[in-house]
């Protein structure tokens, strides 16, 4: 395998330090790194007081490549600036297919609640599917061209790595997933999540993301402005 290793101090952590990495490690991190593509496992040590380090190890050594980059700064601007979207403008992202059971519908409608807060606010949709064209005659029904953008298929070595790190948050509102792999790629990559109650998604999200009722726009449109 291809190892590396990542370690931060804790000469200088509070004295809980040691009790929040332990919750870190369960509540979070492990569902961070479950389903990353190419890691065949992640280990963590902590000696209290001193350090605490995590590491990973990949199958390949391109692998071990794509996620060091995956963390350098600058991957969601990379994505910004390559759809024209402005450094500052409050991004919601959908990446899943774009099918009529994703409940999609519903996020444009959630969107159009929180523009009344925050005109400014740009939902982006990644992927494809059949109900595509029925999504993009809703959104210029709403009048919400300028507003949302479709990306289509993104490749996952660096282009939807670079997506969910220019997000600012991440939506999701299926009422029939069964596995909720988005969300752990979105953890992964340091997004906040907000999804739905009553599907596989609220149990991988419990603890991590903020939870909502699948039918309340209103619930989810708060939900992303908090």
Known sequence: GYGLTVRW???????????????????TSIARFMFLDGLAFKVWRMRAGEWFEGTYVFDT?????????GFE???GARFRAAHGIAADRPLLLYVGRVAHEKNIDFLVHAFVELRAARPDALLVIAGEGPAREHLAGLVAALDLAHAVLFVG??????????????????VFASRTETQGLVLLEAMAQGTPVVTSLGTATEEVGRGAAILVDPTDARALADAVAS
């Open 61 to 69: 050594d391109q692998d071990r490549k794509i996620f060091r980059d």
């Open 153 to 170: 298929y993104l490749e996952r070595a660096q282009a939807l790595r670079d997506c969910y790190a220019a997000a600012d948050v991440f």
């Open 9 to 27: 101090s804790l000469e200088d952590a509070p004295d809980d330090a040691a009790d929040q990495l332990r919750e870190y490690v369960v509540g």
């Open 73 to 75: 700064p600058g991957a």
